[in-house]
Nanobody
Framework: QVQLVESGGGLVQPGGSLRLSCEAS????????MRWYRQAPGKQRELVAI???????DYVDSVKGRFTISRDNAKNTVYLQMNSLKPEDTAVYSC??????????????WGRGTQVTVSS
């Protein structure tokens, strides 16, 4: 069984920074692509950032230049460094990963999410 657990959310003032972490644990034999999504109240879930096993990255336009996704393959962990935060970044942030599990196949796994609130 595989679990993804996020941490690092919280309340921050506009212009501030937060660093989210998401660790995969359990029966993990490898991880391909890792992603961060967010969902604000009343809005659809949005793909924020993506990183593959070779550390190639991509971002939604609204966060380019402010957010940085990275990963530590040895720790099965993905990070999201968020700088210059804006009120419109307020959302529940969830990680998602393609994990090679005990079945010998890559499964699609999700964390439960962590709340990020940007407000003065």
């Amino acid at each position: 069984q595989v679990q993804l657990v996020e941490s690092g959310g919280g309340l921050v003032q506009p212009g501030g920074s937060l660093r989210l972490s998401c660790e995969a644990s359990g029966t993990v034999f490898g991880i391909n692509t890792m992603r961060w999504y967010r969902q604000a109240p009343g809005k659809q879930r949005e793909l924020v950032a993506i990183i593959d096993r070779s550390h190639l990255t991509d971002y939604v336009d609204s966060v380019k230049g402010r957010f940085t996704i990275s990963r530590d393959n040895a720790k099965n962990t993905v990070y999201l460094q968020m700088n210059s935060l804006k009120p419109e970044d307020t959302a529940v942030y969830s990680c998602n990963a393609d994990v090679l599990d005990s079945t010998g196949r890559y499964g699609d796994y999700w964390g439960r999410g962590t709340q990020v609130t940007v407000s003065s």
